[in-house]
């Protein structure tokens, strides 16, 4: 039985654009830039992954119908990834060449560490051709990722850096939080150094206020890095960051294959789960 949309109604905007359209201009109002995902993965149809280009094309042009201050995030195995690695190319090539056409941004999202080489080998492809409307996400939590964060600073990318959401093993990942919150820091610290506009997505109290320290104690402006959260989770915190100066975008999704979505958002915080249960019961 496929659970009610009220349950994921705190992580995700709606279950449609036109269902997120009113939340999405709400937060631009408060200076909050946006970063609109259509949720869904592995898909395994080819005629679903031609749709979900389709899609997203339709979503670039409702961004700039409705003046929306946002970019788009995307899974590469939603265009097809596991059915045929040259077809997924194709439609995200497409998709690039449309957001090339717009002067929009879309961002490469990280899957679980089974796709890590193949998003990165295709990121790069993507990246020398589409420049600066291409970026990707890097997990820090994984062992590869310090060399990963080197090589793409060296390119220039852009890069979004995160913990990481999805659970690994611990040959090939950090298991505790004070290690994955180090190699955070040391990761961030390239990324400062080597790129021009990180950002960075991180709920993480610790992690924002060293950023700010850092940034401040190596005179790095308040406006040459993002932070970055996701949607439902410390608006009123990304609007703090915002009224200091700082950068700030929320990662808003919507659509109706949120379940994978919103299972992850409540592992990976106890409080998640109680919201969630309280709704349960109300009247």
Known sequence: MKLPFIF???FVAGESFTESIPKAKELNNKDLKLTLDLLGENVKDRQTATDTVDNYIKL???IKEHDLNSSISIKITMMGLDIDEDFCRENLFRLLDVA?????FVRIDMEGSDYTQITLDIFQ???EKYGKHVGTVIQS???????????LAELGADIRLVKGAYKEPSKIALQNMPDIREAFKDQAKVLLEKTKFPRFGTHDDELIDWLKAYSAQNNIPKDRFEFQMLYGLREDTMVQLTDEGFKTRI???FGTDWLPYFTRRLAERKENIWFVLSTMFKS
């Open 8 to 10: 994921a109604k705190r």
């Open 60 to 62: 670039l042009d409702g």
């Open 100 to 104: 090339q056409k717009h002067d929009q």
């Open 125 to 127: 492809e993507a990246f």
């Open 141 to 151: 939590m994984l062992l590869r990722s310090h060399n990963d964060i080197k090589t």
């Open 251 to 253: 990662y808003v999704p």
